[in-house]
């Protein structure tokens, strides 16, 4: 995988090629302030706020009284920086979008951090809902420091200027969403996007899905994006219409899902699997879903929001720390 794959698969890079084939988005630059603060490892103080509602003296009076928790003249007040420009700008971009956004910089969403919300969604209306979700995210701590880190030439990293993405809230229902490998411009894997469940309509519709896919990459996609390697994410939706969600590098840095990098790099492994008898077509790609509920996995999401240690008891990853925690447990009863 090389630099320049990963600047074309930057979201305003291919927004302006396929606009419409895809949900309506709003482009902001990031001030260099704005990226200092979520690149800050201090306290999580969340800046963007509106206005808080006006309060009575006697409200005043009593949060007085309640917030004298230390005699020392010393301990310093946490405060938020502002950003009031970049607050109007980004408010003003939401109120375009209905009200409601999905964020993202230059490559990523912050999708690992969608727990520590209110709403336990990366829904958000306004800065302040923006900046939780990234400062609580390795996926965007990654965009702004690693973005190259699985690229093997060894030319310098290119400047990058990031962006905050703002795309209109759309109710996406999981088991819709489709990830699309592509090398050297043909379509050579569909894997179900949320693999972690079990659809029983992608088993029962897989031939009419896959070709719906294949239709859509033909028709718009192939030839057009910037690389001949790519991977690319599609929605289709209840009417049975594609949409273009993201372009991914065709790389370690993108998750394979269903597939491992191995096969897809190979070849090996691949074979076509959308139709059967003389509805298969030769270069149609290999197809994975989850098929039953037997084969359903847990959410790859799962550590980033519990210490690693308690992601492998629950998973049965680590059978040794499950023995340890067995024998402690043990121990704990003999003792009372």
Not at 94 to 102: A, C, M, P
Not at 103 to 112: I, V
Not at 140 to 154: A, G, L, S, W, Y
């Amino acid at each position: 995988m090389k630099k320049e794959q990963v600047l074309h698969c930057q979201f305003s890079t291919w927004y302006s090629l396929f606009r419409s084939l895809t949900i309506r988005s709003v482009v902001l630059l990031l001030p260099q302030n704005v990226k200092d603060y979520l690149l800050d490892d201090g306290t999580l103080v969340v800046s963007g706020r509106d206005d808080p509602p006006a309060r009575t003296q006697a409200d005043s009076d009593e949060e007085a009284e309640e917030i004298q928790w230390s005699d020392d003249e010393n301990t310093a007040t946490l405060t938020a920086p502002e950003f009031p420009e970049f607050t109007s700008k980004v408010q003003e971009a939401i109120n375009s979008l209905g009200g409601s956004v999905f964020p993202k910089l230059n490559w990523s969403a912050p999708r690992d951090a969608y727990w520590i919300a209110m709403n336990s969604s990366l829904k958000c209306r306004t800065l302040s809902d923006i900046f939780l979700l990234f400062k609580s995210s390795d996926f965007i701590t990654r965009d702004f420091t690693q973005p190259f880190v699985h690229c093997t030439d060894d030319s310098p990293d290119p400047c990058i200027e990031y962006e905050l993405v703002l795309r209109r809230w759309c109710e996406l229902i999981p088991g819709s969403e489709f990830r699309c490998f592509v090398k050297e411009n043909k379509l050579i894997g569909i894997s179900q996007r949320d693999y972690t469940q079990y659809y029983d309509h992608i088993t029962k519709q897989k031939e009419e899905i896959c070709r719906c896919i294949q239709d859509f990459f033909r028709k718009h996609i192939q030839y057009k994006f910037l690389d001949e390697d790519f991977v690319f994410d599609i929605y289709r939706d209840s009417r049975g219409k594609v949409w273009l969600i993201d372009f991914n590098p065709f790389g370690d840095v993108t998750d394979p899902l269903l597939f491992t990098w191995e096969e897809l790099v190979s070849g090996r492994n691949l074979q076509a699997d959308c139709g059967q008898g003389e509805a298969l077509e030769q270069d149609s790609p290999a197809f994975r879903c989850t098929d039953s509920e037997a084969t359903v996995q847990p959410s790859p999401y799962l550590s980033c929001r519990l210490p690693k240690d308690f992601v492998d008891l629950s998973t049965g990853e680590d059978a040794h720390k499950l023995i340890d925690f067995l024998k402690l447990k043990r121990t704990q009863q003999e003792d009372e």
